[in-house]
Nanobody, 124 residues
Framework: QVQLVESGGGLVQAGGSLRLSCAASGRTFSNYAMGWFRQAPGKEREFVAAISRSGGTTDYADSVKGRFTISRDNAKNTVYLQMNSLKPEDTAVYYC?????????????????WGQGTQVTVSS
């Protein structure tokens, strides 16, 4: 089992920044590729960003590319999502997820463990 706890969400004005953190416990964090997803009211959960277990490879949804940065610190068992130039359409509950593999995935159903989510609200 891997337990994931997100933090760092909140209310921010458009153009602002937030940094989300996801702390992992349980199994060896460095065995897992990690992803960030988000879900807005009435919409399906969607891929935001992912990182390989070494941190050497990352990928982003087109909607956040150039604004968001995913990173990880395996010594601290933590993955981060730096979000800059936030837009109202970024408003959602953000979830981190773990996939037991060297390489990341972009599909919700391929992740093994999920956090409880943290709310991000961007006002216009």
């Amino acid at each position: 089992q891997v337990q994931l706890v997100e933090s760092g969400g909140g209310l921010v004005q458009a153009g602002g920044s937030l940094r989300l953190s996801c702390a992992a416990s349980g199994r060896t964090f460095s065995n897992y590729a990690m992803g960030w997803f988000r879900q807005a009211p009435g919409k399906e959960r969607e891929f935001v960003a992912a990182i390989s277990r070494s941190g050497g490879t990352t990928d982003y949804a087109d909607s956040v590319k150039g604004r968001f940065t995913i990173s990880r610190d395996n010594a601290k068992n933590t993955v981060y999502l730096q979000m800059n130039s936030l837009k109202p359409e970024d408003t959602a509950v953000y979830y981190c997820a773990a996939h037991r593999s060297a390489s990341y995935r972009k599909i919700v159903g391929e992740y093994d463990y999920w956090g409880q989510g943290t709310q991000v609200t961007v006002s216009s």
